[in-house]
């Protein structure tokens, strides 16, 4: 319980590295430093133990995803993560943070 504690006040961290990444920039010195802070970020969960997960095309899990929102789209099959709002981290069995996500049909 103590690492998830550890690993769930990082989230925050890991939430807005992301938002930097997803911003466009013409500054390419920035972005890299933004991609290697990132990429250090994320060795260090996984070497923790963490499994990131949730990303569009999933099958939809009520055990690893909150569906925060629904849409209809007939090219996407039942119950498929159409677009992730967060990321999902777990240790092991225990789920530290759902993914938070729209869900098709």
Do not use: C
């Amino acid at each position: 319980n103590g690492k998830a504690d550890a690993v769930e006040k990082l989230l925050p961290v890991y939430d807005n590295l992301e938002r930097a990444l997803n911003q466009s920039t013409a500054d390419e010195a920035y972005k890299k430093g933004v991609e290697m802070t990132m990429t250090q970020l994320v060795g260090i969960l996984t070497g923790l133990g963490v499994e990131i997960f949730g990303n569009a095309g999933d099958v939809f899990d009520p055990n690893l995803h909150n569906a925060v929102m629904h849409i209809e789209r007939e090219e996407l099959g039942e119950n498929t993560v159409s677009q992730v709002f967060q990321k999902g981290f777990k240790i092991g069995d225990k789920v530290v943070r759902f993914a938070m996500v729209q869900v098709a049909n």
